[in-house]
């Protein structure tokens, strides 16, 4: 032994490994010597991110903490010929072996994903998969216990109940029992297969919620039929059963039973043909009037009329029976299930694990907020009906306090987009797309007021979370349902002229609104959590997060907008600068415990360069990246008639007027009078451009004018034949020159006199309007693009002009005047872009080769 370290012969009979990986051991006789430094410090490592400290300090040190086998021959033969060469079925088999761990790893991956759903799934229902646990050991010990008794049927339930009660055969009786049985259940779960465990947790989380499952179903009822006869549906739900404390009663889950019921039989009775409105003429009749009575009513005729409402009803029954599995059907809204105390003021009991994620985002009290101990309480027969329920909603003698203001915020801001990229179904006044509408600076008003609608709504929720002002909140909850179905069903379809039924986006974001009102309404019940952190985003310091918050700080105005809403809605002595300054270092210091995270999260050895894979992995994208940002409007300019849908011109329109007269030449052009070129036409184009630079009569230089010529046809390659066109108009105007007698004296006696009152040269401006209406883009409204060209008409200028007006102008009635020419008053070739006026083409008109 030297040095520390050792050489030990070992036996290849006892070592546990595969005959492919001692062959090379028997083949050539070798002695495996191994090397260790420190073997029991290293045993004493466990953490795998110590173990992997202690190797790179090792290194930094110069002491390798490892083991290294050295493979040494027996025989002192030279080193040459006792090389260990793989042979051929070695090397297959490390292939083999490679691609069946890749494999491997992309198992565990998957197998971990899996794991990672059923733990968030089993989060969600945990309670209930405890509460069920519980029950059905308590069955079976009952089962057990009491066997003859439950089959004796003189024994009445209060006997059973007083055996059960004396035989103390409750399985949960202290604090202790309750850690216990949780510890079991979850002991149990583990045991089976990770699919296994993913069905339950599926299961589970679906029996958990089968109460939320149902209002949803309900809100999806009426949102597809939007008729007033499953309105009454979503109230129950909105008015009755979410605001009830601590759970609805048999009563409300009979009446939307017996609702949904009603609701089916009357819409199955309104699908025969017998009916007028059910007729296809009357239809047709109809077909534009977004009013119609059997729409309204929601008893049209339609195919499934009844798919969700038997789903609905399905969840319903369901959802009765887990009720009345756990025994919560007939007692589910008493007061007196919750055992009475002398201490109204009950403490929480404490555990002896918290999870202080748990602590964070729920709290579970047994109180009632405010000074409910100073409250007169009233028997219940004292009270009526309304005021008994909004009694137990604001005094309860249980509360399951969780923060559930960062779901509500996202379904705002949910439904905020819904609003924006669905905009031609809520209102009018543009062409239905909102990125060219304001490219085009057409903002539609009511866009605009549904905007600031929604960003208001978004401030006052967020104002009632910061203040924890429940009964407001409740009655801003009530006004909204009834504002929103009004607005839905009766305002939106008188603005778009399209009824509730058929306005596909409304209902998809009435859903949305429904579900926000669920969440809303619990929170309404339990009460808001006594402590409400403002920033959504920083309740945990994962890399997720850190991006989002660098996203939101980004933002502009975001940032200002929420620090003024919570400095106004929080109880603070601080100025609102001071506030901000505060929040800024908040964000800062943020950053710093983001970073600090996963600088723990995934360790890296200090002092050791960086892998290949790792720099080109993350650095060449983010280069990349980088320079088509920098250079990315360029590249949009360059692409920008290089994609998009071709949209030809429909109609041409050219007009000519003299100014402050009546048009004198109208002309339209459509359908053959506008053709796109052949191939050969735009060949033919193109050379008689680029040949121009041989003609000699031209007295531009040479150099100078070869430029013009590449640049004309370097334009003319842009564009496709296809995207060329030819417009003829007709020598004729199409309508009448409507203009009054005075009108025309005027302008006669303006041609008449070469001078005005200024004693110099008269003039009058002639205008060419000139139009193009493109092709309809699906729906929206036609996009038209227009020009003016001006041109001064005076006695010497352009030749013969205003001779021949005047000549013109004195032509009796009844017989034909001499034509009038102005010569190159308008371009051969004209550029209508994708947005914006129409424009000469002046790298084809600087060639100037026609002649």
Same mark, same amino acid.
């Given at each position: ?278 007729? !296809? ?116 003698? @249980? ?14 801001? @949910? ?101 926000? @009102? ?26 997720? !997060? ?10 502009? @105005? ?36 983001c970073a600090r995270t996963f600088e723990t999260s995934f360790p890296a050895p200090r002092g050791i360069p960086k892998g290949i894979i790792v720099k080109y992995s993350i650095g060449v994208p983010l280069i990349l990246a980088l320079i088509l940002i920098i250079w990315f409007p360029l590249l949009a300019f360059a692409l920008l008639n290089k994609i998009g849908t071709e949209l030809p ?24 009078e506008i053709q796109p070129i052949n191939s050969f036409m735009k060949e033919k184009l193109r050379t008689t451009i680029s040949s121009k630079n041989n003609n000699v009569n031209v007295s531009d230089d040479s150099a100078l004018l070869l430029s013009k010529s590449r640049r004309a046809v370097s334009y003319i390659e842009e564009y496709s034949s296809k995207e060329i066109h030819i417009v ?87 017989? !034909?005047?001499?034509p009038v020419v102005f010569a190159n008053v308008l371009p051969y070739f004209l550029t209508v872009p994708n947005e914006g006026q129409v424009k000469a083409t002046d790298y084809i008109h600087e060639v100037s080769f026609v002649s």
């Amino acid at each position: 032994m030297q040095n520390g370290l050792k050489e030990c012969p070992i036996n290849l009979d006892n070592l546990n490994a595969q005959p492919i990986q001692l062959e090379p051991f028997k083949r050539y006789k070798l002695r495996l010597k191994i090397q260790m430094l420190g073997p029991n410090k290293v045993k004493k490592i466990k953490d795998e991110e110590l173990r992997m400290i202690r190797a790179v300090s090792a290194i930094d040190d110069k002491k390798r903490d490892l083991v290294v086998a050295v493979l040494e021959p027996v025989e002192n033969q030279p080193q040459s010929s006792q090389q260990i060469l793989p042979t051929t079925e070695h090397v297959k088999t490390e292939e083999n072996d490679g691609v069946t761990n890749a494999f491997r790893f992309g198992g565990k991956i998957f197998r971990s994903f899996l794991d990672w759903l059923s733990a968030f799934l089993n989060r969600r229902s945990r309670e209930h998969r405890y509460v069920a646990f519980v029950l059905h050991k308590e069955k079976t010990r009952l089962m057990n216990e009491m066997n003859h008794e439950l089959f004796d049927e003189n024994a009445s339930l209060k006997e059973l109940r007083h055996q059960w009660e004396s035989r103390s055969l409750h399985m949960v009786s202290s604090e202790s029992d309750v850690s216990k049985l949780e510890e079991e259940a979850h002991t149990k779960w583990e045991q089976k297969s990770f699919l296994a465990r993913l069905l339950l947790a599926i299961t589970n989380c679906v029996t958990a919620h089968t109460d939320v499952i149902s209002y949803v179903i309900a809100c999806i009822v009426h949102a597809k039929c939007a008729g007033l006869i499953t309105l009454p549906l979503p109230m129950l739900v909105f008015f009755w059963g979410t605001l009830a404390s601590p759970r609805p009663s048999k009563n409300f889950w009979i009446n939307l039973i017996s609702y949904t019921e009603f609701e089916i039989i009357v819409k199955f009775i309104f699908q025969f043909g017998f009916f007028p409105w059910n007729s !296809n003429a009357e239809e047709a009749a109809n077909a534009r009037e977004y009013f119609k009575y059997q729409y309204v009513f929601g008893v049209q005729r339609v195919e499934y009329f009844a798919f969700w409402d038997v789903a609905l009803l399905i969840a319903l029954f369901f959802h009765r029976y887990m009720l009345r599995r756990l025994g919560l059907w007939k007692d589910a809204n008493i007061m007196d299930t919750f055992i009475e105390s002398g201490d109204v003021n009950r403490q929480a009991i404490s555990t002896t694990e918290v999870d202080f994620a748990d602590i964070e985002s729920r709290e579970i009290h047994a109180t009632t907020q405010g000074a409910e101990a100073n409250v007169t309480v009233l028997p219940d027969e004292q009270r009526g009906v309304v005021s008994s329920f909004v009694f137990k909603l604001f005094h309860p003698k @249980f509360r399951y306090i969780r923060d559930l203001y960062p779901l509500m915020f996202f379904l705002d801001v @949910f439904c905020f987009f819904i609003v924006v990229f669905g905009f031609s179904s809520f209102g009018d006044g543009g062409s239905g797309d909102v990125l060219s509408d304001l490219s085009s600076n057409r903002v539609p008003l009511t866009f605009v007021v549904m905007l600031i609608v929604i960003s208001l709504m978004i401030v006052v929720d967020r104002g009632l979370y910061l203040r924890k002002a429940v009964l407001p909140k409740l009655i801003y909850q009530l006004v909204t349902v009834i504002f929103l179905h009004a607005y839905l069903m009766f305002i939106l379809p008188a603005v778009t002229h399209t009824s509730a039924y058929e306005n596909t986006v409304a209902k998809f974001l009435y859903v949305v609104k429904c579900i926000y @009102f669920v969440i809303s309404a619990w929170q309404i019940r339990n009460g808001y959590p006594q402590l409400c952190i403002g920033n959504l985003l920083t309740h945990s310091y994962g890399l997720v !997060n850190m991006v989002l918050f660098k996203i939101f700080m980004l933002i502009p @105005f975001l940032f200002e907008l929420r620090t003024a809403i919570d400095w106004t809605w929080t109880d603070t002595s601080m100025p609102i600068l001071d506030f901000f300054s505060m929040e800024n270092f908040y964000s800062t210091i943020y950053n710093l415990k983001c970073a600090r995270t996963f600088e723990t999260s995934f360790p890296a050895p200090r002092g050791i360069p960086k892998g290949i894979i790792v720099k080109y992995s993350i650095g060449v994208p983010l280069i990349l990246a980088l320079i088509l940002i920098i250079w990315f409007p360029l590249l949009a300019f360059a692409l920008l008639n290089k994609i998009g849908t071709e949209l030809p011109p429909e109609k041409v329109q050219l007009s000519v007027s003299l100014e402050g007269y009546p048009r004198v030449f109208t002309m339209e052009a459509q359908g053959n009078e506008i053709q796109p070129i052949n191939s050969f036409m735009k060949e033919k184009l193109r050379t008689t451009i680029s040949s121009k630079n041989n003609n000699v009569n031209v007295s531009d230089d040479s150099a100078l004018l070869l430029s013009k010529s590449r640049r004309a046809v370097s334009y003319i390659e842009e564009y496709s034949s296809k995207e060329i066109h030819i417009v003829r108009f007709r020598p004729v105007s199409e309508v009448f020159w409507e203009i009054s007698k005075d009108s025309l004296e005027a302008l006669q006696n303006l041609l008449e006199s070469e001078k005005n009152f200024n004693n110099k040269s008269s003039s009058i401006r002639m205008n060419i309007d000139f139009a193009v209406q493109r092709q309809r883009a699906g729906s929206k409204e036609p996009i038209v693009h227009t020009t003016v060209f001006f041109v001064d008409v005076t006695p010497t200028s352009p030749p013969g002009a205003w001779e021949g007006l005047r000549k013109a102008l004195n032509v009796s009635a009844y017989e !034909n005047s001499e034509p009038v020419v102005f010569a190159n008053v308008l371009p051969y070739f004209l550029t209508v872009p994708n947005e914006g006026q129409v424009k000469a083409t002046d790298y084809i008109h600087e060639v100037s080769f026609v002649s």
